[in-house]
């Protein structure tokens, strides 16, 4: 169970207070940016949706800008109209009715190069956050992300406690005079408990383990995939990966999780979150993402998917055409990181057919998101081909070769 909370700073937050609080902290043409992840403020303790009170406040100022995360669920509420333009970092799953506006754009990058762009070019002006309270300390509690850069960058930050969440973070405590706290939520993060992985799903899993070797650091991603590896994994591994899911829980129970994982986010149910709990596990993508940390030391293995991949190897992880299913991410950071570790492999494993379709093309309908020469293996539930002594021809004929 979660560690109670030692005292409560201040009273239940109120759609009035936050609408005020905001409304006096910005000016026309300031930025205000939301922290993301599972922990992303959605609601007060009376129903009221924050998005609904930060698009109040953003109307009345006027010319507010407003950056976005990653946020794996919409914000009730949210009025793109609001604002003078909204900025989203990550496409797709939480952010795609905001997108719909034509005051919404979201920006190609990877997740190692954010806290460079919101440390210059897109610094926000104000911070609001969950945050929580444990031993008189304020922390970060379900996502680390990009917000201890923006903080470190001198960005007003405003908090609100939640007097009931989990508290996963590895950072230092908060500087409470950097921190104009609002009030409490009780409770209110997403849950997003894993999908059971189908048998194209367990036969991947399989596969790629095969070249996962007993103590190397393993990078996984969300989804049937990820769950999979874990369930499957007979070997002990440390994880160093973005998102931390319900999976990892299990691997720890049969003994197989080496130390303390990292991670920047957590996304799972209340079994991870429970789980998670006081464990030091969370920390920025200046150190999650970074490309040096990452491929030395232990032997880094990343298994990454793709939507797309052409005959050499480039990947598309964002969508199909005009239609975008999700962003660049972490993938080129990890697929580069594992590439460069020695001893590591980068890995894209995928079903040789999704819904009848295969993902080899021989032209992506999308910009590439990870070069091909950081990809070492791809692997299918019917086989693999090694791209890492191919020349540009050897690689084409091994790819599509895989998925003849």
Known sequence: MRE????????????????????????????LALGDGVGALRCLDDGTSVGAAVSTAAREVGSVQLVLGWLPAPVDGLDAEAFAEVVAL?????VRDVLSSPSARFLPTRLAAIPALLTDVL???????????????????????????????GTRTFGVIDTNATAASALPALDPSGVE????????????????????????????????????????????????LLQWARVPLHIDTGLLTDAVVDL???????????????????????WADGRPILRGFDHTHDLTRLSRGTPLIAVNTAIEIDPFGQINV????????????????????????????????????VNGRSPLVERLTRPASTPAHDVDLIVTEAGYVDLRQADWSQRRTLITGLFA
């Open 181 to 228: 706290v609002l009030g409490t939520v009780d409770g209110g993060l997403v849950l997003l408990p894993e999908r059971t992985p189908e048998p194209v799903h367990e036969a991947l899993a399989d596969a790629v383990l095969r070249f996962v070797p007993e103590g190397s650091r393993l990078q996984y991603g969300p989804g049937q995939l990820g769950t999979a």
């Open 123 to 153: 610094r926000p002006d104000v911070l609001l956050t969950r945050m929580v309270l444990r031993n008189g300390e304020l922390q970060f509690g379900t996502e680390v992300s990009w917000q201890q850069a923006v903080i470190n960058g």
């Open 252 to 274: 720890d129970r049969r003994g197989l999780l080496i130390g303390t994982p990292s991670a920047t986010y957590l996304l799972g149910s209340e079994v991870l979150y429970d």
């Open 318 to 353: 964002e969508g199909v055409g005009q239609k975008v299913f999700g962003g660049i991410g972490g993938h080129p950071d990890y697929c580069a990181a594992a590439r460069m570790s020695c001893g590591g492999l980068s890995i894209i494993a995928v079903p040789s057919k």
């Open 90 to 94: 990550m496409p797709g799953w939480g």
């Open 4 to 31: 109670e909370q030692t005292s409560t700073v201040t009273d239940p937050l109120t759609a009035a207070a936050l609408v005020d609080g905001l409304r006096n902290a910005l000016r026309p043409g300031m930025t």
